[in-house]
């Protein structure tokens, strides 16, 4: 398993707002209109499944030379993941249905494999017919952002399905000539662990991710089977480069991209006529060792260094968001001037990302200006995202507000305060702007804190009565959300996360 990813937060502000500046660029490209022990290291090699297979014995050769340089030999995992990341851009629901199993389970319970690539395509997600195309597409949503790895039908959703979903998506919205073309995503990997005190520990790891275009000139003569199996191969092939290099030049990562690249190139090339590759291509490599001194030094060094620097960070992060009379501007003005600030800083404008992100990672939430950074500039980014994935979509797509409940009722025990009962909980509720020129940040956020509140205040008048269930709390979320809204925002839904209550005096 991999141990440290280089990976952005997909919902942090650094890694959405990227997402929708290349919307923006596609959408106005495109013409779019609004529709350690010294013992011997465990070694473990991995297909990609959850099944792992442990070797082996090392030489006495190698047990000797563990002993004078105080490390262990070498044991390599190696793996891939094939096809669409399930980190993807989607905040929806994090958990799919039952239905939503269901209904995937039938298709690969279809004879999928000996279906052609074009009426597997059209079975599971027509990307003609609309309403049915859209349907299906949320399900995927809901499968790819919550299924386990280790679930039965993982290989055929992040192989198959994977492979199908990106097909059918570029031949319905059909973005630009350049972006025509399906994709497929892969990884390779290959990591070494340590026996510490009995604890199977991380040592180094070596990563390729990369994808590429490709095009089935004849859909309706080649099966499924053989589609993914081509694609497959390249993954497989991949993943046996990796495996064959050396210690030494898996540390030179400069050399090592270049390297892969051009392993990537030569498949490529050579797929053959079913699958063709049509020239487009992304690959990155990076090597990790937690255990290097220097390298582990400079990790606590900078990480103090960051935490350090977030108080003054703090004014930056003030300055750029908090306009004069931000409170009356409408939500049309403050969103886009929102959207500038962490758009408009060009080569640095990472750290501006970085400087808002420890900002409110580092502040107390009794801090003046909590609720304006975890609120009203959150709120904004999310309206600015959902606006711009409903220009994609064509279809109303409403921003989500998420809020933790956490409720505490206390009483004088022989002088001192007692928690005597306790609500903790998590929900989300979803709203539609109906004008956005009219409605203010002010009114927009007394909405949300409207809500919430109401909220808070029905958990807490249970207390001692038999406490509230979770189908009663979304009755009670509905009540409040449909009280608050008025003709410039509307509330639109709900989804209860967990409510858990409890009560000490009975």
Not at 117 to 146: C, G, L, P
Not at 243 to 255: H, I, N, R, T
Not at 387 to 399: F, N
């Amino acid at each position: 398993m991999r141990k440290k990813e280089k990976k952005e937060n997909p919902f942090s502000s650094k890694a959405m707002l990227p997402a929708v500046i290349l919307l923006t660029a596609l959408l106005t490209a495109c013409g779019a209109k609004t529709p350690g022990g010294g013992e011997t290291p465990e070694t473990a090699i991995s297909d990609g499944s959850a099944a792992e297979t442990t070797a082996q014995t090392v030489s006495q050769t190698e047990e000797a030379a563990i002993q004078e340089d105080g490390g262990s030999p070498e044991n390599n995992c190696v793996s891939f993941n094939s096809g669409r990341s399930r980190y993807g851009w989607w905040r929806g629901s994090d958990k799919y249905t039952e239905e939503d199993y269901e209904q995937v389970r039938s298709y690969q319970a279809a004879g999928y494999e000996n279906m052609s690539v074009d009426e597997f395509n059209r079975m599971v997600m027509d990307w003609e017919d609309e309403d049915a195309f859209h349907k299906t597409e949320e399900v995927f949503q809901r499968i790819f952002y919550s299924l386990k790895e280790t679930d039965p039908m993982a290989d055929f959703v992040y192989g198959t399905l994977s492979n199908t979903w990106d097909e059918c998506e570029r031949k319905h919205y059909g973005i630009c000539q350049r972006q025509k073309n399906p994709w497929h995503s892969g990884e390779a990997f290959l990591e070494t662990y340590g026996d510490v005190f009995g604890d199977k520990e991380f040592l180094t790891g070596s990563y390729a991710d990369y994808s590429f275009d490709y095009t089935i000139p004849d859909e309706q003569t080649v099966t499924v089977a053989q589609r993914d199996g081509i694609l497959k191969s390249v993954d497989e092939d991949m993943q046996a480069f990796l495996k064959k290099q050396s210690q030494e030049a898996l540390q030179d990562e400069d050399a090592m991209e270049k390297a892969a690249d051009a392993e990537l190139v030569r498949l490529l090339k050579n797929l053959g006529d079913q699958v063709v590759w049509e020239g487009g291509r992304e690959l990155s490599y990076y090597w990790n060792d937690v255990y290097d001194e220097e390298d582990t030094e400079d990790w606590y060094e900078e990480k103090e260094e960051k935490e350090a620097d977030w108080t003054k960070q703090y004014d930056l992060v003030l300055k750029e968001l908090k306009f004069p009379g931000y409170e009356d501007m409408s939500i049309a003005e403050f969103n886009r001037r929102i959207n500038a600030v962490f758009s408009g800083y060009d080569e640095d404008k990472e750290d501006f990302y970085d400087a808002y992100d420890n900002v409110i990672e580092n502040m107390e939430d009794t801090d003046e200006n909590a609720e304006f950074l975890l609120t009203t500039v959150r709120a904004s980014q999310e309206e600015y995202y959902a606006r711009q994935r409903e220009l994609y979509a064509r279809k109303q797509v409403d921003p989500e507000y998420e809020v933790e409940i956490s409720s505490t009722r206390e009483e004088d025990v022989f002088g001192d305060k007692m928690v005597v009962q306790m609500a903790e909980g998590y929900y989300t509720f979803t709203y539609h702007i109906l004008d956005a020129d009219k409605l203010t940040v002010k009114a927009r956020d007394a909405f949300l804190a409207a809500v919430s509140r109401t909220v808070k205040e029905e958990i807490d008048s249970v207390f001692g009565k038999g406490g509230m269930d979770e189908e009663q709390l979304k009755k009670v979320i509905d009540k409040a959300g449909k009280a608050a809204g008025n003709s410039y925002i509307e509330y639109t839904g709900c989804e209860v996360g967990y409510l858990y209550m409890e009560d000490y005096d009975e």
